[in-house]
């Protein structure tokens, strides 16, 4: 072994065990069966769960491996553990979703994990060229994710869409890396920052910034980046719309963290403005096309643009001048986990609704559940309020946390503007409530049988829900306890034991 | 826990109750009696024994005044408002009233809704009752007898319309619930008031509610105190049914008799009195509110008297003798003698507790007939009832030595002595009215012939043990209660007045003593002069009463409709409310603008915009792209350009 081999194995085990797992779930679903299906689904689940508790537990160090390639912090921790989560629990979708079939899809799960392990990646490293790598491992796996449904050519429209627009952001994005390099020589963002510019390189500066940023902004589905989401959204199988909400936005607002993290210090490019009419645009185009949508997949759509939005702002509150407000950050980390909580459970939802290979997500096929699937409707009901917003759930909390840091920073404007759209979008989230419990019944409903996974899933999103909505100190400590640099004095989680080397 | 325990036992059992309540009707079976009845009834009389066992210190010794938090309500910056208990002399005699009678009540209700379907949730609503009672009585501050307040509020509400099915008993309901709710806002000003001036001066841990740090700076109160003491007594108008605000009170009567005696009669329409005697601290600042209180409860205990005189409806003329009582406890209240306001409330408490449930017996035993023209000679089917209300009427109507006599003279003379004379001597004129209206309901119930239909005679029956036990405990209570009061000259002692410590009272000297001695033979007199005089038109020629209603007909008619309130309230104030809210609140405000332009007109202005920004998600992927590369351009542009 190399010397510094020994390290990276200390500090990345988490990682590499995701790695590793994807490459035995290829070879453990070879068999084509439900059983090899299962078996791999409970190496899926394994793994994940195995590394969100590394990601947990190990302490930031602050590694640097070869020049930023990898980087091992207290921000890349913390968003590779939700990653983990979020990949567990979509674990846990795919097994009720497609177990059913005949003929299950075989090469889901491991693209799960391999989607999974450029999340990951992304956001552990500041280095362009391990960051471009990462974004596509992830989106790769995702476009032939979404298109996994094969017999629906919905499903196929959705992947061919996201693989061209998303084709043209990854242009953009890699233009963008080229004029930056261009501009200051470097590969790895923490040495850019040290870079002084010339005077004639700024132009070709900017607008490789603003290009790497709109690659970003496509991921987030940020308006007037957003148009993929609708379709690709109401096309992929639930269990891979709610993997793409939930996982892409982690992935994607971590890069965009550390972007920012060293790009205001060029105090020229007004980060704070851009950011702030990108939050408002997205913000008021998310909420109003969610209003006039009868899907609940399309709804979730927007509704996940206008998160987008809100997260926006929350960037635009770290910006102030030439300084990055670090500090700050815990809100958009909280922020963060309680949209893949409560998106998930919406997904879940959609899951149990979809199952046998048959998506269901119309809102008129809700009417009268809450009478006929009490248990369903309910749950539902808790993470649509969660989202608009309502106390005593995580949805009020983060939103209130957010709000109240963009009025703390001086963005008062914008956050009386985004509390007005939140409040438009109760109606959206209301409106499937007002089909569970307002209109009967049509025809007969059949609800397939959730799995035992599920149910427990199920109950542990909704009591999550609820735990942060009323007991938000403990992870709100911990989200705010993050630090991009090392912290060595923190570790994740207090408490637990440290597997320090 | 040994003051929450109080509350918390019957708290225990309207959380029972009610869910046996519940089960019953799911089950469309109710649960067994016995059950509720072990809960119902056993939880109050450990409320009961509670109480005691926590007022027994003070009775033989004079502890420090009790106190336990339960939690922290709540805290905003420096307002702080705790759950708070306090037990001294004033809330012992409350809670003992409260739940004496009460468990007494509770027993008595076992017989008398024997057979109500919803006998598990009558009894939840009950003990609900208690425990609001007992909060208001006990709380530590204004916001917890707030609390208190409301809660008897509701369960008020809710048991006269017990029987909702029935339209007129389900408005009764809503009526007392109205009427209440414009004394409940002046109490609520009274409150905000407090807080107002009190807040600047709080530290770190007080609450400015709390009685205790209110009195401590009731000089902080002095110069609005007037108006404040107004406000909460607008409050307690309403809960004590004073004028203008005791319309309620006799339409409560629609509710099952028990729950008149307890609520409308013993306990929660005292709860103004209470009040005063709490906050007399602050009501001794202002003269001109005590005045105020004290006319009108001589007003409203006289005109009530009045109306008393000719109903025809059994527990009419008990709910008007209540009214007409409650207006003694405020003159006594008003002229500044608070400890004589308790006594008599507590005398009161039962032997108006008594009536009621006499009263309830004969209506049981009646199959719900009320008119005491269809009663008579009941006395011969039911001696028990008889003869219990026949000494709780001896008490009420002031003859010695039963409880009334020493509590009302006790007023009367307070009223004289302290130089208000006019007060004093309506009030020797409402004790007659009161002496010749209650002879007139006993003898027409229970002496003379029987005027019920003789298939109705054969079934009157005397009521079962759980109610007669009970009354034959008040009617002992009736008679003896008045000796915690015993004035200086008959040779007693005023415990009660020495023990509760209440406000000023004027020194005892020869003068004093002969002014009491002759309103004593006064008032003893004219009670004996109204009882013969009632004996005379009732008993003996009944023609009397027959032409002097005919030949005062004007008088006769107005006493009968009761001076017409309810049709003036209607006119003046319920109908042009109603109007107005049918045309220019609801028509015009609500539904046009707030629904037309505000609701409906931002949501389709929204739905507008929602569908302008849809269009442009036209499902092409070239169109996307090229909005991408607009949007690039015009940002490349902006930094450009900027």
């Given at each position: ?33 439900v ?19 590394g ?64 999340m990951v ?13 990462a ?38 994005l ?12 470097q ?30 902004a ?95 702002l ?11 407000l670090?500090?700050?950050?815990g ?14 459970g ?15 997500s119309?809102?008129?096929?809700l ?31 983060a ?31 209301l ?40 007991f ?7 989200s ?22 | ?19 046996f ?7 469309k ?7 509720v ?100 009585v ?11 307040w ?19 008993k ?33 530290g ?20 609005s ?31 099952p ?19 005063i ?7 001794d ?29 059994i527990?009419k003329?008990?709910a008007?003798?209540t ?23 507590m ?24 008119d ?42 307070e ?32 002496f ?24 034959i ?22 415990y009660l ?5 209440l ?38 020629k ?14 006769y ?20 409310v ?14 046009l ?8 007109g ?27 590369l ?10 450009v350009v900027?």
């Amino acid at each position: 072994m190399k010397p510094d081999a020994l390290p990276l194995i200390h500090t990345f085990w988490p990682l590499l065990l995701i790695g590793v797992g994807a490459f035995a779930s290829l070879i453990t679903s070879v068999w084509g069966s439900v059983r090899s299906f299962r078996v791999t689904g409970l190496l899926a689940f394994g793994i994940f769960l195995g590394a969100a508790y590394g990601f947990a537990t190990l302490d930031p160090v602050a590694h640097s491996l070869a020049g930023g390639i990898l980087r091992a912090d207290g921000l890349g921790y913390f968003l590779s553990f939700l990653i983990c989560l979020i990949g567990a629990v979509t674990v846990v979708f795919s097994f009720n979703y497609w177990e059913n079939l005949s003929e299950p899809v075989q090469e889901v799960l491991p693209l799960i994990l391999f989607a999974a392990l450029g999340m990951v990646l992304m956001v552990l490293t500041t280095h362009l060229l391990t960051l471009v790598l990462a974004l596509e491992l992830m989106s790769l796996s995702l476009y032939v994710l979404v298109g996994s449904r094969r017999a629906d050519p919905k499903s196929s429209e959705a992947a061919i869409k996201y693989f061209l627009l998303g084709s043209v952001a990854a242009a953009f994005l890699l233009f963008g890396i080229s004029f930056l390099y261009g501009a200051t020589g470097q590969m790895d963002l923490s040495l850019m920052g040290q870079q002084a510019l010339s005077p004639d390189k700024a132009l070709l500066f900017q607008v490789g910034v603003l290009l790497l940023l709109i690659g970003f902004a496509f991921k987030v589905a940020a308006v007037p980046f957003h148009f993929w989401a609708p379709d690709v959204y109401e096309g992929s199988p639930a269990p891979v719309t709610g993997f793409m909400a939930a996982g892409v936005k982690v992935a994607a607002f971590g890069a965009w963290l550390r972007l920012l993290h060293v790009l205001v210090s060029w105090e020229f490019l007004e980060l704070r403005t851009l950011l702030v009419i990108l939050s408002l645009l997205t913000m008021f185009v998310g909420n109003l096309a969610a209003l006039r949508q009868r899907s609940l997949k399309r709804i979730m759509a927007y509704s996940s643009v206008a998160h987008a939005g809100y997260l926006l702002l929350g960037l635009a509150t770290l910006v102030e001048g030439a300084v990055f407000l670090e500090a700050g950050m815990g809100v958009i980390l909280f922020y963060l986990g309680t949209y893949g909580l409560l998106t998930l459970g919406v997904f879940a939802m959609l899951t149990l609704f979809s199952s046998k290979g048959k998506e269901i997500s119309k809102l008129d096929d809700l009417k009268g559940l809450g009478y006929t699937n009490p248990v369903f409707a309910a749950a539902l009901t808790v993470f649509l309020i969660s989202l608009a917003g309502i106390p005593p759930t995580a949805g009020f909390v983060a939103k209130y946390f957010l709000f109240a840091r963009a009025i703390e920073t001086g963005l008062i404007w914008p956050a009386i503007l985004g509390i007005l759209t939140s409040a438009v979008s109760l109606y959206y989230y209301l409106g499937p409530v007002v089909q569970m419990y307002f209109h009967d019944p049509v025809g007969e409903k059949s609800m397939p049988a959730a799995t035992l996974g599920m149910k427990v899933l199920v109950s542990f999103l909704v009591l999550g829900a609820f735990y942060l909505g009323l007991f938000p100190g403990k992870y709100l400590t911990w989200s705010n306890g993050i630090r991009l640099e090392a912290s060595r004095s923190t570790p994740i989680l207090s408490g637990m034991p440290q597997t320090r080397p | 826990m040994q003051l929450s325990g109080i509350l918390l036992w019957p708290l225990l059992g309207a959380i029972l109750n009610g869910t046996f309540a519940l089960v019953g009707a799911k089950r469309k079976r109710p649960v067994p009696r016995l059950w509720v009845n072990i809960f119902g009834v056993g939880l109050p009389i450990l409320a009961l024994a509670w109480s005691v066992s926590a007022g027994l210190p003070f009775i033989f010794a004079e502890p420090e005044p009790l106190r336990e938090n339960l939690f922290s309500w709540m805290t905003v910056g420096n307002f702080r408002v705790d759950g708070g208990l306090l037990l001294d002399q004033i809330s012992v005699l409350m809670i003992l009233i409260v739940t004496g009678v009460g468990s007494l009540i509770h027993l008595y209700s076992t017989g008398y809704m024997k057979d109500d379907p919803a006998y598990a949730k009558y009894f939840a609503y009950l003990n609900l009752f208690l425990t609001s009672m007992l909060i208001l009585v006990l709380g530590d501050n204004l916001l917890m007898m707030f609390l208190g307040w409301e809660g008897v509020g509701l369960c008020s509400y809710l048991l006269i319309g017990f029987w909702f099915e029935d339209p007129a008993k389900a408005a009764a309901g809503k009526k007392a619930f109205v009427v209440n709710r414009i004394g409940d806002f002046g109490f609520l000003i009274g409150i905000f008031w407090v807080i107002s001036l009190l807040m600047p001066h709080v530290g770190d841990q007080a609450s400015p509610l709390n009685f205790e740090f209110m009195q401590q700076n009731a000089g902080l109160l002095a110069g609005s105190a007037t108006l404040i003491t107004a406000f909460f007594f607008i409050g307690a108008m309403g809960k004590s049914a004073q004028i203008p605000l005791y319309v309620w009170l006799p339409d409560a009567m629609a509710g099952p008799t028990p729950v008149s005696a307890l609520i409308h009669a013993a306990t929660m329409v005292t709860a103004g009195i209470y009040m005063i005697a709490r906050l007399s601290f602050l009501f001794d600042l202002a003269p001109q509110t005590l005045q105020f209180v004290a006319v009108i409860g001589m007003v409203t205990a006289f005109f009530a008297a009045t109306i008393a005189l000719v109903q025809n409806d059994i527990k009419k003329v008990l709910a008007y003798s209540t009214v007409s009582q409650l207006g003694y406890m405020f003159l006594a209240m008003g002229i500044g003698s608070y400890s004589t306001g308790m006594f008599h409330l507590m005398t009161h408490a039962f032997f108006k507790a008594c009536l009621f449930l006499g009263a309830g017996s004969v209506i049981h035993a009646m199959h719900h007939e009320q008119d005491i023209r269809h009663m008579g000679g009941l006395r011969r089917f039911m001696p028990v009832t008889a003869w219990t209300f026949v000494i709780a009427t001896l008490a009420i109507s002031g003859i010695p030595p039963f409880a009334g006599f020493f509590s009302k003279d006790e007023i009367l003379w307070e009223t004289f002595h302290r130089g208000h004379t006019i007060l004093g001597v309506l009030g020797v004129l409402t004790a007659l009215l009161t002496s010749f209206y209650m002879w007139r309901l006993t003898f027409l119930t229970f002496f003379g012939k029987c005027r019920a239909s003789s298939e109705a005679q054969e079934h009157v029956h005397e009521s079962p043990f759980s109610m007669t036990s009970v009354l034959i405990l008040l009617a002992t209570l009736s008679a003896v209660g008045g000796f915690l009061g015993v004035p200086h000259i008959l040779g007693g002692h005023h415990y009660l007045r020495d023990w509760l410590g209440l406000g000023q009272h004027p020194a005892q000297d020869a003068h004093a003593d002969r002014l009491e001695m002759m309103l004593m033979a006064l008032s003893v007199g004219g009670a004996l002069l109204s009882a013969t005089t009632a004996y005379l038109f009732y008993l003996k020629k009944p023609q009397w009463p027959r032409r002097l209603a005919a030949s005062f007909q004007g008088i006769y008619r107005l006493w009968l409709n009761k001076y017409y309130v309810d049709e003036v309230y209607d006119a003046t104030v319920v109908q042009p409310v109603k109007r107005s809210s049918e045309s220019f609140f609801y028509g015009l405000i609500d539904r046009l603008l707030i629904d037309g332009v505000l609701i409906n007109g931002s949501g389709r202005f929204l739905a507008f915009m929602g569908s302008l920004v849809s269009r442009l998600q036209g499902g092409r992927v070239n169109a996307y792209a090229f909005y991408f590369l607009l949007a690039l351009t015009g940002m490349i542009v902006w930094v450009v350009v900027r």
